[in-house]
């Protein structure tokens, strides 16, 4: 499967199956608010958090890709992540592109 950011696959003939998408909801961690609220005094990387936006971009892109060989796609162009707040202390990743199919 190839995943890519372009709008196609150079050099391929695509047949075009339809947007797929792929997403997660998390929440944060009551320690990662603590330390995050540390950080902000003292500054510095918020580990805790990077590990779970890294998680979540996981999650929803395979999620994605699941969603594309279900359709027999060969590839994934144009794909592009977003975030929303689903409440106080939850956040949704979405990722989402075109599902090809090479002809």
């Known amino acids: 499967m190839i995943i890519t950011t372009t709008e196609n696959v150079d050099g391929k003939q ?3 199956l339809g ?6 909801v998390q929440s ?3 320690s990662s608010d603590i330390g995050a609220a540390l950080k902000k005094v003292v ?3 918020l580990k805790g958090y990077s590990k779970m936006l890294k998680t979540s971009r996981d999650e929803a892109m395979q999620r994605m890709i699941e969603e594309a060989e279900k359709l ?3 590839a994934i162009v144009n794909v592009r992540f ?3 707040q689903t ?3 939850a956040a949704e990743i979405l990722a989402y592109g075109t ?4 002809t």
């Open 72 to 74: 027999d796609a060969d």
């Open 99 to 102: 599902a090809m199919k090479f």
């Open 28 to 30: 944060r961690h009551i």
């Open 43 to 45: 500054g510095g990387k």
């Open 14 to 16: 695509q047949k075009i």
């Open 87 to 89: 409440m106080a202390s």
């Open 19 to 24: 947007i797929v998408m792929g997403n997660t």
């Open 82 to 84: 977003t975030t929303s």
